[in-house]
Structures are given as C-alpha cells and as structure tokens.
C-alpha cells in the first residue's frame, strides 16, 4: 500500500500558511486516500521542535493545541493516523543509523540552520557559527531526523509547503547513502507533493514567507484570529499603489499573496478572483477577503472551542495514532537493523 506522510512542528500558533500550505492539503488527500488505497500518517513532530530551545511547560502545551487544530481543521483520526514523533522511538532508532550515514557536509549546505541561528544570532556559515554563535548538533541534524520521519514508513508521497523541498532533496540522497551502504535497494525515494499555495507569504513583507517564528503577528493570520484582528490585519497588509486588482507575482507581489490566499480560502481560481476583482479598489478587495477568511475560518475556530474541552478524546487519538504508526514502523527497523548487521 502506498504510504503518504507529513509533520508539523508543534511550536507557536498554526497560522494560514501551515492551513493552506499543508493541513488544507492533507484533508484533500485524505478524502482521496480510500479509492486511491493509500495509508496516511500525519505527525506532529515534537522531536523537531526541541532543535531550538522550547519552555517544557508550553511545549506540553503546545503538542495538544496542534493536535486540536489538526482535528478541528478536518484531520479524520478514522481516516489517518495521527500522532505525536515522540511517541513512536523507532524515529530516533533510524535517526542515528541515517546519521551515520550522512556527510556533514550535505548539511551545511541546508539552509534552514542558518535562517533559524542567524535570526537570533546573526550567522551565516559554518565557521561563523562554530566560532562565535555555538550551533547545535541538533539543529544542525534535524533534516536527518526528517529523512529517518519519512525512511521509516518507506513512504512515498509527502505533501509539504515549498520551504521543505530542499530537506526532502537531502532525504533522497541519504536514501541511497543506506542503499549504497546495504547493497540493496531498501528505501524508496521519497516523493515531494507540492500545494498549490505552496509559499503563503507574509502580510508585511511579500517576500519572506508567513512564519510563526516572526516576532510580529501581524505578519500572519493565526488560525484563532478573532474577526477583529483579521479585518485589521488584512487592513493593514502591505499592498502596492496600482488601481484595480491584478496577479503578477513579480511586479506586485504583495497583491498576489492576497489573491493566493483569498483564492486558496474559496478554493476557486486564481483567475475568477481577478476577474471578481479586477475593478476593485485595494480597500474592497481587502474587506471582500478578510469576510471569506472569517466565514471560512469561523467552523474551524468553533470545532476548536469544542475539542479543546475534550482532552480525553484527543488523547486517546494520539495513543491510537502512535499504535498505528508504530505497526508499520517497528517491523520496517526489525528489517533496517538486520541490513546494518545490528541484529
Ligand atoms: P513546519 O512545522 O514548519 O510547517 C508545516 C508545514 O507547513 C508548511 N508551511 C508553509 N507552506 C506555505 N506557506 C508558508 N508560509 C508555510 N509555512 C509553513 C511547511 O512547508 C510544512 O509542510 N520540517 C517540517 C516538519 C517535518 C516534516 C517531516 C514534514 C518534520 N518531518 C517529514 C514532512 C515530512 C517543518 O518544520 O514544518
């Protein structure tokens, strides 16, 4: 059975980018996944979270909201199995045979350790960081710990936003890295499945992506937004001085992220909202769009408000999601363990 996989970092409040870039994504396949025989895991992957420092107390937190989200956002626990990484330990298991198995110098070149320490830290290379900033081993690690994520299942379909594709690159390579290594053809590549609004990017600044580590939250809209501050937020997004709405994601970036997400949200054409709003003032548009975002969100947020006081129910879809998983993950380490000479 084709094995479709994805995760989610459990760390700050999900916003429009994680929906539209993966959650949305992941409803659709899982509507598809019965006539198409697929299994699908979704992960809420904590191990990853804890590559940066994270409070123990809102880490514990945070793992149970994503997975309310996940929930109220159309996640089916009849449909897929969710679960928590930490939960199932042959992810850690396959993560130091892979890491032994992966040059350092494929993860220097990744980008992601060096956005993540030079926005706190203000590196750029390796030397930069081993000198002056003190990069962890951990975080410096984490795309192999992403590899061991989608290696484990022997997936073949991992839906993600485009931020993800170069960790998904490396994952390939390290899979023939332990095919080489085994003389055998063991692992399969692993497939990237692209959204349509792969890149949601920022209502500031169109051209860094939404992010929850941004340290202003008008950058993004959260999931939990009241309408208030999704009308205000949207109000205040950074658009351009041109009369009528058009899409040109070169010349008018700004503009085109709003049509993306304004798209994405009615699951309509790029072009039908152009054509909708070609006449449109910047501030009609924008009203227009922050109205869908508060009806579409409004079922979501009160799915939310529902699951959050069954802490119980949401546990148990853990447990169960983690017994899943850990049916396929335990017999494919059995066999990994045994190529390594390790049983
Ligand atoms: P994370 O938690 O940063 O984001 C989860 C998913 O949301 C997508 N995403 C976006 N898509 C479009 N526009 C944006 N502004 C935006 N921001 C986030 C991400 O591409 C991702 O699909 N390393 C991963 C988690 C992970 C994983 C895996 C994913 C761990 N193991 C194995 C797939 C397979 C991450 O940090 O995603």
């Not at 459990?10 to 396949?29: D, E, F, M």
């Not at 191990?47 to 956002?73: F, N, S, V």
């Not at 003032?281 to 069954?310: C, G, M, Y």
Request: proline share 6%.
């Amino acid at each position: 059975k084709p094995i479709v996989f994805s995760g989610i970092q459990p760390t700050g409040q999900p916003h429009l980018g994680n929906y539209l870039g993966a959650i949305s994504n992941w409803v659709t396949l899982q509507e598809q996944a019965q006539s198409a025989d697929e299994t699908l895991l979704f992960s809420i992957v904590d191990l990853h979270a804890i590559t940066l420092p994270q409070d123990p107390a809102k880490l514990r937190k945070e793992r149970m909201e994503m997975a309310t989200t996940l929930l109220a956002c159309g996640i089916d626990p009849e449909k897929c199995s969710l679960f928590e990484q930490s939960k199932v330990p042959e992810h850690t298991q396959l993560s130091w045979i892979l890491t032994c198995m992966t040059p350092v110098g494929w993860l220097a070149r990744m980008t992601q350790w060096k956005t993540k320490l030079g926005v706190t830290k203000g590196a750029q290379s390796l030397e930069d960081v081993s000198t002056t900033a003190g990069l962890q081993l951990g975080l410096f690690a984490y795309p192999v710990l992403m590899a061991a994520d989608v290696l484990l299942y022997k997936a073949d379909k991992i839906p993600v936003g485009e931020d993800q594709i170069q960790h998904l690159e490396l994952a390939r390579d390290i899979a023939q890295s332990f095919n080489h290594y085994v003389k055998h053809p063991y692992f399969p590549s692993p497939r990237p499945i692209i959204t349509e609004t792969k890149r949601v990017m920022s209502l500031r600044d169109p051209a860094s992506k939404m992010s929850k580590s941004n340290p202003s939250d008008q950058t993004r809209i959260n999931l939990v937004d009241t309408p208030e501050m999704i009308t205000s937020k949207i109000k205040r997004a950074v658009t351009d001085s041109i009369r009528g709405i058009s899409y040109d994601r070169l010349e008018r970036p700004a503009v085109a992220n709003l049509v993306d997400i304004y798209a994405a949200m009615k699951r309509c054409s790029v072009e039908d909202i152009v054509q909708e709003h070609k006449d449109s003032s910047n501030a009609q548009f924008k009203e227009a769009l922050a109205d869908t975002l508060i009806t579409k969100l409004r079922p979501i947020q009160a799915e939310l408000v529902r699951l959050s006081k069954e802490e119980a129910y949401v546990h148990s879809v853990l447990d169960k999601g983690a017994e899943k998983a850990r049916e396929i993950a335990y017999p494919n380490i059995v066999e990994i363990q045994k190529l390594v000479g390790l049983r």
